[in-house]
């Protein structure tokens, strides 16, 4: 029978994890018309994903894992490829690190494409983000 994950070079790979999209009404933290936060990354630990052969996999984020990382320049992009619809270094994405995990805010109202972004979370036609991160060494 072979072994579950451990055999993976974590590393080595880009990891995708996804998050619940909020639109919050309260405690912005852009002033924008249209505004989206959430957690990235939560400390409790997390149910991954339920494989019937190995059972249920579990995650939990370390506090202070983000501590060292290099978020100088993140992006959101829609499918992790293309169009660029917030950015931090143009002030439109917020990712920091705070006591309950990876908070990520985003300003949607700076272009037309970005607008239609929001357009389909307000109407849950998107209601899910994943983000994509490499393990250090």
């Not at 149910?47 to 990382?69: N, S």
């Not at 494409?113 to 060494?137: C, H, N, P, Q």
Request: net charge negative.
């Amino acid at each position: 029978m072979p072994t579950p994950m451990n055999n993976v070079k974590f590393k080595d790979q880009a990891q995708a994890r996804s998050m619940v999209l909020g639109l919050t009404k309260s405690e912005k933290r852009f002033d924008s018309e249209r505004y989206v936060d959430g957690y990235a990354a939560r400390y409790e630990a997390y149910l991954l994903y339920d494989d019937g052969d190995y059972g249920k996999v579990y995650e939990r984020f370390e506090q202070g894992c983000f501590a060292e990382t290099d978020m100088s320049d993140v992006i959101l992009q829609f499918d992790h490829a293309g169009r660029v619809f917030a950015r931090t270094t143009n002030g439109t994405l917020l990712v920091e690190p705070n006591e309950n995990g990876l908070f990520v805010a985003a300003d949607l109202d700076k272009t037309e494409e970005a607008r239609k972004l929001y357009d389909d979370i307000e109407t849950k036609m998107i209601t899910k983000m994943s983000w994509r991160f490499k393990v250090g060494t």
